[in-house]
């Protein structure tokens, strides 16, 4: 099983990000999807989740209605949308899945499968 997301960089505030990643080795439409983050000195955070199908999506406070999960089970990807970008937005992105579980979608480890993360910058 590999995830490897891509797409961070170094934005301006205000700025927009689009972060990719691209899942192979397992069943992807049975999998439900997270985005997490994690920044120096800090413990690895829940950013949002998407269920398998799509039509379920939840978000941290800190992002919502500036973030957008969304997946495209075709491909095999899971992106997440980042708007109105922050300084307090910088870290380290992962993305995450598991399997079906009723477990609490905002805890790390309830989560099988990560991918390497990608760094996102947020800074003028």
């Known amino acids: 099983v590999q995830l490897q997301a891509s797409g961070g960089g170094l934005v301006q505030p205000g700025g927009s990000l689009r972060l990719s990643c691209a899942i192979s080795?397992?069943?992807?439409?049975?999998?439900?999807m997270g985005w997490f983050r994690q920044a120096p000195g800090k413990e690895r955070e829940f950013v949002a989740h998407?269920?398998?199908?799509?039509?379920?999506?939840y978000y941290a406070d800190s992002v919502k209605g500036r973030f957008t999960i969304s997946r495209d089970n075709a491909k095999n990807m899971v992106f997440l949308q980042m708007n109105s970008l922050k300084s307090e937005d910088t870290a380290v992105y992962y993305c995450?899945?598991?399997?079906?579980?009723?477990?609490?979608?905002?805890?790390?480890?309830?989560?099988?499968?990560w991918g390497p993360g990608t760094q996102v910058t947020v800074s003028s």
């Open positions: 995450a899945g598991r399997g079906g579980s009723l477990a609490d979608y905002r805890a790390v480890d309830t989560y099988t499968n």
């Open positions: 080795g397992l069943t992807f439409s049975t999998y439900a």
């Open positions: 998407i269920s398998q199908s799509g039509l379920w999506t």
